[in-house]
């Protein structure tokens, strides 16, 4: 077991005994009869059906207990989530982005579940998300639903042609931009649809050797794809330099739009299936996009440079795990249970979202989104499987790098700078 995970592992300024960590991964040898279970979900993805569903579930199973779900952000993560957890007060269910959950694990944040790893569906579960959860042969974190992003468009904006290569692509997205239209919706810091175009071209984010490893964004493989990136920036969009993507979906709705590359599981906020935006956060909230646009809405997967591929995209994805520090692990254990059922994940699926389980994906909707994400995920990445990537993303050292890209800097220049960062993180 990794050293971090042995008897003591310093978070911040506490300090979290861990010699029960090891094996079932036992914490508290009791826990209350009676209380409160606190649930942390990120963002809007996770349906209000499954929401519900959880949380009637719990508390029918187990009496004299009721069941929370706070929603957090993925800021919140990378912010607040480890000072969270290593307190006194730590919530006892957390959800974390796929690329995050061996971090918490190797800092002892997540109680090991290995033990319930067949009760939560054993040879079901999805392996990538497994993957993403396993650490030091223990599962720390477990599949809850994975996704991948797609380009949605609608015939009123770009027409009747699509792109059947990355060039393709570029090019009728430079054709379609004016003053106030993206072709390619493409703000400066949203690096997920930034790695296709270096994944396509060859690059990688960095590879490992032995026990070193070396950032590759510099390589010339992957200056290539961000060169392409470069002139998406410069003349196939009108997308904020210094913004995210979470606007994307208010701006195609507004046919601003062209090619909206995006998660599948959004197609609900563009026909209006759920409302999307943080009015709380000053954002504009969106009900949908027209009726002319929704009935019309189409979906592909990205191509890629010859014609017939897919351009690699990063396989999104969530997992959940239990706190260490939750009073009441065995009840955390239980919800956890439900959120891997069938009942639960199927929810899920409905809502678009590849579910955390195999047999629930027959409930996904036979929609284009669905077929276009199922064609994306058959040549799918993730992030390098270090511990310390947390603290890449955390850092915001890529779309930083993007931002200076998108502003016309030396892409080879920014590119070994880049590497230079990411290194000094993985390598410390």
Same mark, same amino acid.
């Given at each position: 077991?990794?050293?971090?995970?042995?008897?003591?592992?310093?978070?911040?300024?506490?300090?979290?005994?861990?010699?029960?960590?090891?094996?079932g991964?036992?914490?508290?040898?009791?826990?209350?009869?009676?209380?409160?279970? @606190?649930?942390?979900?990120?963002?809007?993805?996770?349906?209000?059906?499954?929401?519900?569903?959880?949380?009637? @579930?719990?508390?029918?199973?187990?009496d004299?207990?009721t069941?929370?779900?706070?929603?957090?952000t993925?800021?919140?993560?990378?912010?607040?989530?480890?000072?969270?957890?290593?307190?006194?007060?730590?919530?006892?269910v957390?959800e974390?982005?796929?690329?995050?959950?061996?971090?918490?694990?190797?800092?002892?944040?997540?109680?090991?579940?290995?033990?319930?790893?067949?009760?939560?569906?054993g040879?079901?579960?999805?392996?990538?998300?497994?993957?993403?959860g396993?650490?030091?042969?223990?599962l720390?974190?477990?599949?809850?639903?994975?996704?991948?992003?797609?380009?949605?468009?609608?015939?009123? /904006?770009?027409?009747?042609?699509?792109?059947?290569?990355?060039?393709?692509?570029?090019?009728?997205?430079?054709?379609?931009?004016t003053?106030?239209?993206?072709?390619?919706?493409?703000?400066?810091?949203?690096?997920?649809?930034?790695?296709?175009?270096?994944?396509?071209?060859?690059?990688?984010?960095?590879?490992?050797?032995?026990?070193?490893?070396?950032?590759?964004?510099?390589?010339a493989?992957?200056?290539?794809?961000?060169?392409?990136?470069q002139?998406?920036?410069?003349?196939a969009t009108?997308?904020?330099?210094?913004?995210?993507?979470?606007?994307?979906?208010i701006?195609?709705?507004?046919?601003?739009?062209?090619?909206?590359?995006?998660?599948?599981?959004?197609?609900?906020?563009?026909?209006?299936?759920?409302?999307?935006?943080?009015?709380a956060?000053g954002?504009?909230?969106?009900?949908?996009?027209?009726?002319t646009?929704a009935?019309?809405l189409?979906?592909?997967?990205?191509?890629?440079?010859e014609?017939?591929?897919?351009?690699?995209?990063?396989?999104?994805?969530?997992?959940?795990?239990?706190?260490?520090?939750?009073?009441?692990?065995?009840k955390?254990?239980?919800?956890?249970?439900?959120?891997?059922?069938?009942?639960y994940?199927e929810?899920?699926?409905?809502?678009?979202?590849?579910p955390?389980?195999?047999?629930?994906?027959?409930?996904?909707?036979?929609?284009?989104?669905?077929?276009?994400?199922?064609?994306?995920?058959?040549?799918?990445?993730f @992030?390098p499987?270090?511990?310390?990537?947390?603290?890449?993303?955390?850092?915001? /050292?890529?779309?930083?790098?993007?931002?200076?890209?998108?502003?016309g800097?030396?892409?080879?220049?920014?590119a070994?700078?880049?590497?230079?960062?990411?290194?000094?993180?993985?390598?410390?």
């Open positions: 077991m990794n050293k971090k995970l042995g008897a003591l592992a310093l978070v911040g300024a506490s300090a979290v005994v861990l010699a029960g960590c090891a094996g991964g036992e914490a508290a040898p009791s826990e209350p009869a009676t209380g409160d279970l @606190t649930v942390w979900l990120v963002g809007a993805d996770t349906p209000q059906t499954a929401r519900d569903y959880l949380k009637e @579930t719990f508390e029918e199973e187990n004299g207990w069941l929370t779900i706070e929603e957090k993925w800021a919140d993560v990378s912010d607040t989530y480890e000072a969270a957890l290593s307190s006194n007060d730590a919530p006892d957390v974390v982005g796929n690329t995050q959950a061996i971090g918490f694990a190797d800092k002892g944040l997540f109680l090991d579940i290995s033990d319930i790893q067949e009760q939560l569906g040879d079901d579960l999805l392996p990538g998300l497994v993957e993403a396993t650490y030091d042969g223990s720390w974190a477990a599949p809850y639903y994975a996704g991948g992003r797609v380009v949605f468009y609608t015939p009123q /904006i770009v027409g009747d042609t699509l792109p059947t290569t990355l060039e393709d692509y570029v090019a009728l997205g430079t054709d379609l931009t003053a106030t239209v993206s072709g390619i919706y493409a703000p400066g810091r949203d690096w997920y649809n930034a790695l296709p175009y270096v994944w396509a071209n060859g690059g990688e984010i960095a590879v490992q050797d032995g026990d070193t490893w070396d950032a590759q964004f510099g390589s493989e992957s200056v290539k794809g961000l060169e392409m990136l002139d998406v920036y410069e003349n009108v997308a904020p330099v210094d913004g995210n993507e979470r606007l994307g979906n701006a195609f709705c507004a046919g601003e739009v062209g090619f909206l590359s995006t998660p599948a599981w959004a197609e609900g906020n563009l026909t209006g299936a759920w409302p999307w935006g943080d009015e956060a954002e504009e909230v969106s009900n949908g996009c027209p009726d646009y009935k019309d189409g979906a592909f997967a990205l191509p890629g440079l014609e017939g591929e897919t351009a690699p995209i990063f396989a999104g994805g969530s997992n959940v795990a239990v706190a260490y520090k939750s009073d009441a692990p065995g955390a254990k239980a919800a956890l249970e439900i959120m891997l059922s069938s009942g994940q929810l899920l699926a409905a809502q678009g979202l590849v955390g389980i195999k047999s629930a994906a027959s409930a996904l909707p036979d929609t284009d989104s669905a077929k276009a994400q199922a064609e994306a995920l058959a040549n799918s990445k @992030t499987a270090s511990p310390n990537w947390g603290e890449v993303e955390a850092a915001q /050292i890529i779309p930083d790098a993007l931002v200076r890209i998108a502003q800097e030396d892409v080879q220049t920014v070994d700078e880049l590497d230079q960062q990411i290194e000094d993180i993985l390598n410390k």
